[in-house]
């Protein structure tokens, strides 16, 4: 008899994504078994219970520190705090997409156990301790993105969306993989422990290989320049719930993953990737906020913007101290917030007819919805970076992670970034206070899980930028175990 | 190098002869003579119908090779667990019990969706 | 010495195929030469001791994504006459890309002193791997086997919702 290694920890490693999985799978059958066809609604409210039970595991798991495993899967503060940020992502997508999908003619009740796999495959990312494991989150959080982007089968754009992405991700996941055999043949484990264990003997030109290799392949996920072309067709192609989705929780998760790959499991290489990260932290915020300023259309433009966001993520990643972890944690916790806003209000523009998302669709919003435009502009403002909203408090640790680490330049770029930045989320400010409207209203629709949503969003952007030092502490000190 | 060992070259080069000679022989003796009729589209004995655009060819096809390929892969799983798992004992089970209930999960799905109909 | 040969047949073979893959006009072509490929590596995986992999790429990627692969092509064929319009860099300049990219990564792999693990091999020798995945999936390989379910689910129901008919109701 082999002697088992399934103790306790890893029951409570794998308990808050399975029982998202599970609750995934219940709500599955649900869908196609239930007596008359359920309505939507039965559908997402078992996949909210799903996501719930993910939660409630998630916080009762909160303080815990354990390897299970043998060490490739963790259950520490950031794998809880990752969670915390997809469950977020994925329950506000969840809410915003009901009613939105109908009216649009999307039938498929697959979408809600979708977006929980989709969910799961980000958790198991952000736990993920070993580059098997991180391939399999992958696999499952894209398999369920690419599905979920051409959900909307009529429409072109949705259907090229999906094709752009499952093409080029899959070219994405082959880098995956020929970066983790690079790996594997060089220090002879794919685990993150036993690669520090071998990268001492391994030979130098197969780690850099097999470092710029994963950077190739985890850039893509994330959406950084260079491997940034896909997101503005695919983000303005898809459902914008599902964009929601993608520019939340994938992107977290995408940053999550990178940051334990190369705070932990790369950190005795350092100086080689941190270099790497400086150059395309740079790159990736300045080729966002140049091309959004140029947008005509805010879904387009937020799109951009994402690109600009994932740009200063990867600025903390490149600083690569606990300190910078810790920041880049909050970072992504205050993103999902303002994100899921901003495409929420996106969505709650849309009738079944036209999305309504051009700049010229915005203009004088105020005067016909000015509790929309209010919420819009709370999240416009949190994103460029204002005080006291989430956006700024993110930005600011960022930076104050980078100086405090002597990395001045750094700062100062971002810091004028978010000052270019400032022109394109104030351009939508203007067009929706100070512009006359153009044309007819909209028919409207009345969508009460989706202002449900907004308003939480608003909520959570005031909130965390009013009171960020709870989280900030926590992330921290999280990071604090894994950067060695 | 003992005789056994020499078996995977002797029956390799021999298929590798086989396949040649037939292959070169119907290349070489055939005639080719490309005409309308061959470059057309595979319709199975109808005759394709003429815009290719207004019939389409049908998805289930597609659909059941996928359904194959997922189920192949689980079945791919089982082989090596099926030769180990005397010596994995209840452990071993459970294991497996949790891989199937997924894809019996999916099969149910697929099943109730009508994926398995053919028309 | 007839190692040596049957290796290289092998591995001519199976990198004839890729070419025929990259440059054949005809997409069937290309999906035969596919077949080829996919069939040469699994000889190399015989090659490398990897029997039990070998099996499964044969029952799998040969028996069944070839067929799917072909499938698609027949789902799609109208389209091969479509003017691609994104010229990208053009011919000349991927070549000099790719034949950097690939001197460069095939100078890394010969010239790196590779570890080799002799008891692996040894134990692949003596009852065949198969043996050995099976007991890697109760031991340091659990997770990613029981993980492997949902990507399997994950691909089966996006399989469906993706090409199904319509529902109407």
């Not at chain 1, 072309?229 to 520019?247: E, H, K, N, R």
């Amino acid at each position: 008899m082999i002697q088992v290694p399934f103790g306790t920890a890893e029951w409570q490693s794998i308990a808050p994504f399975s029982l998202v999985a599970i609750g995934g799978m219940i709500a599955l059958l649900w869908a196609v078994f239930a007596e008359e066809r359920p309505g939507t609604t039965s559908v997402m409210w078992m996949s909210q219970a799903g996501l719930a039970a993910g939660l409630v595991a998630t916080i009762a798991l909160l303080g815990s520190e354990k390897a299970s495993f043998g060490g490739t899967f963790a259950l520490d503060g950031v794998s809880l705090l990752a969670n915390l940020v997809f469950l977020l992502s994925a329950s506000m997508t969840l809410f915003m997409a009901q009613g939105h999908l109908e009216s649009m003619g999307v039938r498929a009740r697959e979408f809600y156990p979708l977006v929980l796999f989709a969910t799961a495959g980000m958790m198991i990312m952000g736990a993920a301790r070993d580059l098997v494991i991180l391939f399999l989150g992958i696999e499952v959080m894209s398999l369920a993105a690419y599905v979920l982007a051409g959900i909307h089968r009529r429409d072109p754009g949705s259907t090229e969306a999906a094709l752009k992405y499952f093409v080029l991700g899959a070219f994405a996941t082959c880098f995956l993989l020929y970066g983790i055999a690079a790996f594997y043949g060089a220090t002879g484990a794919t685990s993150y422990d036993g690669i520090r264990a071998g990268l001492a003997s391994a030979p130098r030109a197969a780690l850099i290989g097999g470092v710029a290799l994963l950077v190739v392949a985890l850039g893509f996920k994330a959406a950084i320049v260079p491997f940034q072309a896909w997101t503005p067709d695919v983000y303005q192609g898809a459902p914008t719930a599902v964009t929601a989705l993608m520019s939340v929780g994938v992107k977290a998760a995408a940053f999550v993953g990178i940051t334990r790959l190369f705070l932990d499991g790369l950190g005795p290489l350092h100086q080689d990737w941190q270099r790497i990260f400086w150059v395309l932290a740079v790159l990736t915020m300045t080729v966002g906020n140049v091309f959004a300023l140029v947008q005509g259309n805010v879904k387009r433009m937020l799109a951009y913007s994402s690109i600009a966001h994932a740009g200063y993520l990867l600025a903390g990643v490149a600083v690569g101290t606990s300190r910078a972890g810790g920041a880049v944690l909050l970072y992504l916790f205050t993103y999902a917030f303002m994100t899921l806003g901003a495409f929420g209000v996106l969505i709650a523009l849309g009738t079944g007819e036209k999305p309504n998302d051009d700049l010229d669709d915005l203009r004088g919003l105020a005067d016909r919805r000015p509790l929309l435009a209010g919420a819009m502009t709370i999240f416009l403002l949190s994103l460029t970076g204002i005080p006291p909203l989430a956006g700024f408090v993110g930005k600011f640790y960022v930076v104050e992670s980078a100086v405090n680490a002597g990395w001045f330049w750094l700062a100062i770029l971002l810091v004028l970034n978010s000052a270019i930045a400032a022109y394109y989320y104030l351009a939508v400010i203007v067009a929706m206070w100070m512009r006359d409207p153009i044309g007819d209203e909209p028919a409207w629709e009345s969508r009460p899980y989706l202002a449900a949503a907004l308003l939480a969003a608003t909520v959570g952007t005031v909130l965390v930028g009013l009171f960020p030092s709870g989280t900030l502490d926590f992330a921290r000190h999280a990071f604090a175990s894994i950067v060695r | 190098m003992d005789e056994s060992s020499l078996a995977l070259p002797i029956s390799a080069v021999l298929c590798a002869v086989v396949v040649a000679v037939m292959v070169g022989a119907s290349w070489v003796l055939g005639k080719r003579s490309p005409n309308r009729a061959k470059g057309a589209v595979f319709e199975a004995g109808n005759r394709a119908v003429g815009e290719v655009k207004s019939h389409r060819f049908p998805v289930k096809f597609y659909l059941t090779a996928i359904l194959f390929i997922v189920f192949d892969v689980e079945v791919v799983f089982m082989y090596p667990w099926a030769v180990v798992f005397r010596r994995l004992g209840w452990f071993g089970l459970a294991e497996m019990a949790a891989f199937v209930l997924v894809l019996a999960v999916g099969l149910a799905y697929v099943w109730k969706v009508g994926a398995l109909e053919w028309d | 010495m007839i190692y040596a040969a049957l290796f290289y047949a092998i591995a001519l073979f199976t990198v004839a195929g890729a070419f025929g893959v990259a440059f054949s006009e005809n997409v069937v072509y290309s999906a035969f030469s596919l077949m080829a490929t996919l069939l040469g590596a699994a000889g190399l995986y015989v090659f490398l001791g990897a029997d039990f992999l070998a099996a499964v790429q044969l029952l799998v990627y040969v028996g069944g994504i070839l067929v799917l692969t072909l499938f698609a092509i027949m789902l799609t064929h109208q389209i091969s006459d479509v003017e691609v319009s994104n010229r990208a860099v053009g011919r000349w300049p991927a070549l000099g890309l790719v034949g950097f990219v690939g001197i460069a990564m095939a100078t890394a792999l010969v010239r790196a002193p590779w570890k080799v693990s002799g008891e692996v091999v040894a134990k692949a020798a003596g009852e065949g791997t198969t043996y050995g995945i099976g007991d890697a999936f109760l031991g340091p390989f659990l997770l990613p086997f029981e993980l492997a379910s949902i990507v399997l689910l994950t691909a089966l129901v996006g399989a469906i919702v993706l090409s199904r008919k319509e529902i109407r109701d």
